[in-house]
């Protein structure tokens, strides 16, 4: 392998080349399935579907996409506006506790409002208690709905908005801001007629990656009850054991997250012309006093109060007094989430490694088109992956079955579709990006003229990756290692149709308890996972906070 | 081919693609000898530096140090087999190492004993003694430089490439590291090459400067030379300030001009009749309060030592022309003028209707100005 590439003619297609695309080729595989089906599908069963369900999925998607985009720019922007521009007491924590929630996976937070809010509740006995109203004789709440989806997704979801718009914020040059301020704006009006529009292709950026979330979630939408594609999929999938049709309506929501993929890019094109300015004065916070100061913080509080603080101190509440752990399968759950989620990590990052490093020394088109097209994976929600992973393992099984049978007469068994491999396959279609992004901006603050330096020096090209790349991407690739053990841990649709017969994780597991009714039995796994979901939510607060210490 | 010769690029082409970059260029250092290429972004010098320290592959040609081919078509030695030190524009010390441990990086054979030493002894040289066990971030971006250069001449290369290692660092700074590293290079007698688009830069560091342009040279020679002695119009253009004056062509040896006759020593090469452009430098034009020239100022630069004035003559052409401090005259006074022409450069013309002057590349021809009548 050549770390230093001694020349852009180089005709031939080195081996790291050729292995990034066969990676590529091999992760694209469940998209070209579904999108296959767009093709191969019958008109029957598409017009069956458009005839039942298609119409429901459509419009409950399209009104949960709507509300929780309302959500989270309304808790986002406000919060990353105040804690980036202005000071007010309690300023420096909110910056990081804002973004808590995204420790906690979606359908975890539905679940334990659901145990705080239902008729049984701590919350509507409170009512009945102080008022003596007895069952249907008040108005409350129904949180299995829609709208309690919405309020719920929204919930977790916000911190992109939140992230995204805040580093614009941030990077928005003082002098810009200065500049509106000697032309006769004040500083309200700099907020609307520049700060804003300056930060919009971040908070579409943001938005749309909480919308993709909102698409790819099934946890919550199922539990709450709420038809929507992804929860349509599984019906299909399971409960009519129709995997066309199945491969069909993953075809549609690819449509939709094709859309949204497409916006994001287009705004983080945008985003990366606005900031473009070199030196960036540090902006003036403005200093908040009196109610305007307890209005800021009661609006920070808000989303931290109920993303994180009420369900995990809930959740604490039920593990530790009344779950019942008896059973020691709980040991037996964290111990195959966390081998799982190991290997899936180790896997996907090694892929990053190998993508990364062609894309350094090869910088040809088809090299970065193909890191660009595995980097897409992130976008599909986990149950089109699995679909698309399921249907050609399955086939793979039984050509091998029969295969093994006819020649040497014995019985294979699915050793794909049935194992951890398809598991291991689908995590590292969908975290495979996770994994690059983190890798590649390690990879890109080893500028090249280190390699160089390097070389002329005397170093050959494994001596400049032992000696420069490993000790200088160590921390990148463990952080690419921690995010991606961490995003696995919380998958749950893929997991759920993917995991092999009487495999569970602790995903799953608090799931299917959840779905049971068992919420408190589902808080001590649902707990962990938020626990070790916290890691890297705080290196992100770190870099956050390192990022400030200028200021 | 002259046997001092240190390095010696013989006609060498390099491309990206199916773009050449660089042209034929051939160029030769003796031992000890500071080159240095001097032109604008874009012009192929960082190539041509990349392709000596074997980084890129050549088209056609070779080169050559010590009689060893470096690269010739279809092979190149691998860069850490050439003995060459390498100093980058962004410095590029190793940020997980301390200084020490940057300095011994390409000398790691060594005893122990010896390294310490080389360490020692380069710090010395570079003015920071002490810093060894310190991490690369804390130095200051020259104290970084000087070390960069330490680690790049601890392994006593046969030729140290100087990549902009000045472009990152601010005018003050750069004013009094320039001179610091030549004196540095001059007492190892090292062999070097400097990349830079800043004159100042190549003049005060280079024994010999190659103009490039377009991935040619232009002019290769003294700073002297290629600042009086410009043998194409980009090179009287890009290198040093200067006005070009309208002429015509008198006879073999002279040239008609507002200034009046100027007879150079040699055959000027045009025939009688012939429009022509003359460069003139400021240093060109003198101050002389009872001129009979004289030229209404049109503007004034306070330089610090001298006043750089343009004047503007009857005819409309602008002349620059530099006084002592004490001359302070206002914008639209008139200023006498006298000629101080020692070197006679007269250029083709430039398209007088459209003012296009497609010939940057056409030959200059010079003489000494032996009289002015």
């Not at chain 2, 006298?338 to 007088?352: A, N, R, T």
């Amino acid at each position: 392998m050549s770390v230093v590439k001694t020349s852009k003619r180089t005709n031939r297609i080195s081996g790291l080349s050729l292995s990034s695309l066969l990676i590529v080729l091999i992760l694209a595989l469940p998209i070209a399935v579904i999108i296959g089906f767009v093709f191969k599908g019958s008109v029957d069963v598409f017009s069956h579907l458009y005839d039942t369900v298609l119409i429901d999925y459509v419009t409950n998607s399209l009104l949960l996409m709507f509300g929780v985009g309302a959500g989270v720019l309304l808790l986002g922007i406000p919060t990353a506006w105040l804690t980036s521009v202005c000071d007010f007491p309690g300023r420096k924590i909110f910056a990081w506790a804002l973004l808590l929630p995204l420790a906690v996976p979606a359908y975890i937070i539905a679940y334990t409002y659901t145990g705080l809010l239902d008729y049984a509740g701590p919350v509507q006995v409170a009512i009945r208690e102080i008022t003596g109203l007895g069952y249907g004789e008040y108005w409350f709440f129904e949180i299995r709905s829609l709208p309690g989806a919405v309020v719920m997704l929204a919930l977790v979801l916000y911190p992109y908005v939140y992230l995204l718009s805040r580093a614009a914020f941030l990077e928005q040059s003082a002098s810009t801001l200065e500049v509106s301020r000697t032309l006769g704006y004040n500083q309200w009006q700099g907020l609307f007629k520049l700060a804003l529009p300056l930060a919009r292709p971040a908070i579409i950026a943001g938005l749309t990656l909480a919308l993709m979330e909102t698409l790819a979630d099934y946890g919550t939408v199922q539990y709450f009850g709420v038809s929507t594609f992804t929860t349509g999929i599984f019906r299909t999938f399971y409960g009519f054991g129709d995997s066309a049709a199945a491969a069909q309506l993953a075809a549609f929501l690819l449509g939709f997250v094709a859309l949204l993929v497409l916006v994001e890019k287009y705004s983080r094109r945008k985003a990366r012309y606005h900031s473009s300015a070199e030196y960036k004065a540090k902006a003036k916070l403005i200093p908040l006093a009196g109610w305007k100061a307890a209005m800021a913080y009661f609006i920070c509080l808000i989303p931290v109060l109920f993303g994180f603080l009420i369900p995990a101190i809930q959740l604490a509440y039920w593990s530790f007094t009344q779950a019942d752990l008896s059973d020691g399968a709980f040991a037996q759950l964290a111990w195959n989430s966390f081998y799982l989620a190991f290997l899936a990590a180790l896997i996907a990052v090694g892929f990053a490694l190998i993508l990364a490093y062609a894309k350094r020394l090869n910088p040809r088109k088809i090299v970065s088109f193909s890191v660009a097209t595995a980097g897409m994976g992130y976008a599909l929600p986990g149950t089109i992956i699995a679909v698309g992973v399921i249907i050609p393992f399955a086939w793979l099984d039984h050509q091998l079955i029969a295969l093994a049978s006819n020649w040497f007469g014995v019985d294979l068994g699915l050793i794909l579709s049935g194992t951890l491999v398809a598991l291991l396959f689908a995590y590292t279609v969908r975290f495979l990006a996770v994994s690059l992004g983190a890798v590649q901006s390690g990879l890109d603050k080893i500028k090249p003229s280190l390699d160089g330096a390097a070389r002329t020096l005397g170093s050959t090209p494994l001596q400049v990756l032992r000696q420069i790349h490993v000790p200088l991407m160590k921390s990148s690739v463990l952080t690419a290692l921690l995010i991606v053990f961490v995003d696995v841990l919380k998958e749950l649709p893929a997991t759920l149709i993917l995991r092999p017969f009487n495999f569970n994780t602790l995903a799953v597991r608090a799931f299917e308890l959840a779905s049971d009714e068992r919420l408190v039995d589902a808080a001590p796994a649902s707990l962990l996972i938020v626990v070790v979901g916290l890691l890297p939510v705080i290196l992100l607060s770190r870099s956050i906070a390192k990022g400030r210490t200028g200021s | 081919m002259n046997k001092t010769n240190h390095l010696t690029i013989d006609n060498v082409t390099l491309a990206y693609g199916q773009e050449d970059i660089v042209h034929n260029v051939s160029l030769s250092l003796s031992k000890g000898e500071i080159g240095c290429l001097l032109g604008p972004s874009g012009c192929g010098k960082s190539t041509l530096l990349r392709s000596i320290a074997g980084f890129e592959q050549v088209k056609t040609g070779t080169i050559k140090m010590k009689d060893q081919v470096l690269s010739t078509v279809g092979k190149t030695l691998p860069t850490e087999k050439r003995n060459i030190g390498m100093v980058f524009q962004d410095i590029a010390l190793f940020p997980h190492l301390t200084i020490a441990d940057n300095i011994t990086f390409g000398i790691k054979t060594w005893s122990r004993k010896d390294q310490k030493v080389r360490v020692e002894e380069l710090l010395q040289l570079v003015g920071l003694p002490e810093v060894e066990e310190r991490y690369p971030h804390s130095l200051s971006g020259g104290q970084q430089q000087r070390i960069a250069l330490a680690r790049a001449m601890a392994p006593k290369p046969d030729l140290l490439l100087l990549d902009e290692p000045f472009s990152g660092l601010d005018a003050n700074l750069r004013e009094t590291l320039v001179p610091e590293i030549r004196d540095i290079l001059r007492k190892e007698e090292m062999s070097a090459i400097l990349v830079t688009h800043d004159q100042m830069e190549a003049f005060a560091m280079a024994d010999k400067v190659a103009v490039m342009q377009a991935g040619r040279i232009q002019q290769c020679g003294s700073a002297f030379n290629i600042y009086h002695e410009p043998k194409t119009r980009f090179v009287a253009d890009f290198i040093g300030l200067g006005e070009f004056l309208k002429g015509s062509i008198k006879d073999e040896y002279s040239v008609d001009s507002v200034l009046g006759c100027l007879v150079g020593d040699e055959p000027l090469g045009y025939a009688p009749g012939t429009s022509v452009e003359l460069l003139i430098r400021p240093d060109d034009i003198q101050h002389c309060e009872d001129s009979p020239l004289t030229g209404r100022i049109v503007s004034k630069w306070f330089r610090g030592s001298h006043y750089l004035y343009h004047v503007q003559l009857d005819n409309e052409e602008v002349l620059p022309c530099i006084t002592a401090c004490h001359h302070d005259h206002d914008v639209g006074e008139d200023l006498g003028i006298s000629i101080e022409l020692d070197h006679l450069v007269v250029l083709p013309m430039c398209d007088p209707e459209t003012g296009v002057c497609d010939l940057q590349e056409a030959e200059v021809v010079q003489a000494q100005a032996i009289s002015l009548k």
